[in-house]
């Protein structure tokens, strides 16, 4: 799967942005709704994030962290593909990048307090599933989260939009009720999850609508948090 990947360090943002063009969206559209979900979601848990690590697993070039670094006191990114990693590191020197053979992640037990993989399950093995989030679980201090972002497998136009994804050939999505279900297992708790992106045509003026049907498995994508104990 790395070398997948290391293939798009410099064409990632225009190949998702192909894959999604039906929409008439830009890829900034679709990571700012990501963000703008997940910092919701924190501030009903009371969870500032000024002052914490983030490490963000499966990376990439790091196309999330103009957005987070303002958000977190400090980045971790990793990543299996090491030329996606060179990538993240050139296009941002503060944060910490590292590539990894995606079995262990390269951070000691409780060493973080905040840990997301956006888009990056579908693409693991299925029966390395658990494993890669109890890796997440390991690294996170108690009190922390954990968090995912995944496509949704009812969605019709996700569907579309990964069949139309040049590096989406060996995707195997999950649905919200697996992605609970490995969070449980490797013992996080207080997990919930909310679809987004209800519709991919413009729908930002329309958050208030969208948020109102964020239990049901409308949108596009989902976010699923659980806290570390
Ligand atoms: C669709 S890209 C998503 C990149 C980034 N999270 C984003 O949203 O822009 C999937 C990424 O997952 C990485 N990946 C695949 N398997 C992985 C694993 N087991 N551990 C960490 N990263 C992995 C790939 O190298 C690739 O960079």
């Known amino acids: 799967m790395s070398e997948t990947f290391d293939a ?34 924190l501030k009903t848990r009371q969870f500032d994030p000024s002052d914490k690590h983030l490490v963000d697993v499966g990376c990439g070039v790091g196309s999330m962290h103009d957005l987070l670094m303002p958000m977190f006191g400090r980045i971790t990114g990793v990543d299996t593909s090491s030329e996606s990693i060179a990538e993240a590191r050139d296009r941002h020197p503060a944060n910490v990048y590292e590539s990894y053979d ?93 679809y987004f992106l209800l519709s991919p045509f413009a729908v930002r003026p329309l958050q208030a609508i969208e948020r109102a049907f964020a239990r049901l498995p409308l949108g596009g994508q989902y976010l699923t948090l659980g806290m570390v104990r």
């Open 8 to 41: 798009y360090r410099k064409s990632y943002g225009s190949a998702v942005e192909q894959s999604v063009a039906f929409t008439g969206l830009a890829h900034e559209f679709f990571l700012r709704a990501k963000i703008e979900l997940m910092d919701e979601m």
């Open 102 to 194: 995606g079995q262990r992640l390269p951070l000691s037990d409780r060493s973080v307090d905040f840990a997301l993989t956006v888009c990056v399950i579908h693409h693991v093995p299925v029966v390395q599933w658990q494993s890669f989030v109890d890796e997440m679980r390991r690294v996170v201090r108690p009190g922390g989260f954990i968090c995912i972002i995944e496509h949704n497998p009812l969605n019709p136009l996700t569907r579309l939009g990964v069949a139309r994804c040049a590096f989406d050939a060996d995707a195997v999505l999950l649905g919200k009720a697996r992605t609970e279900a490995l969070m449980r297992q490797s013992g996080i708790v207080d997990v919930e999850t909310r």
